[in-house]
């Protein structure tokens, strides 16, 4: 069973920055594309970014340039590294494989 559990959310202000994690138990983690998504209160869900089993990433275009994915198979985590932070990026962020979700963690973008 594949359990995915996130971190590093928390309160910021525009412009700041910050990282999350997300660590992955019960699979083969090196096999499987993994994604971000994010959901805002009163939004549908939306896809944040992906990276490959061979590190392609691709993302939004409202993130491009601004966030980075990326994997350590070792540690069978995949981070998202947010810079720039808009108050339109606060939104529960969740990580996603294969059918797996995370119970997601909070972001917060507001002076």
């Known amino acids: 069973q594949v359990q995915l559990v996130e971190s590093g959310g928390g309160l910021v202000q525009p412009g700041g920055s910050l990282r999350l994690s997300c660590v992955a138990s019960g699979t083969i983690f090196s096999r499987y594309n993994v994604a971000w998504f994010r959901q805002s209160p009163g939004k549908e869900r939306e896809w944040v970014a992906t990276?490959?089993?061979?590190?392609?990433?691709n993302y939004a275009e409202s993130v491009k340039g601004r966030f980075t994915i990326s994997r350590d198979n070792a540690r069978n985590t995949v981070y998202l590294q947010m810079n720039s932070l808009k108050p339109e990026d606060t939104a529960i962020y969740s990580c996603n494989l294969r059918a797996s979700w995370g119970k997601g963690t909070l972001v917060t973008v507001s002076a």
């Open positions: 990276i490959t089993t061979g590190y392609t990433t």
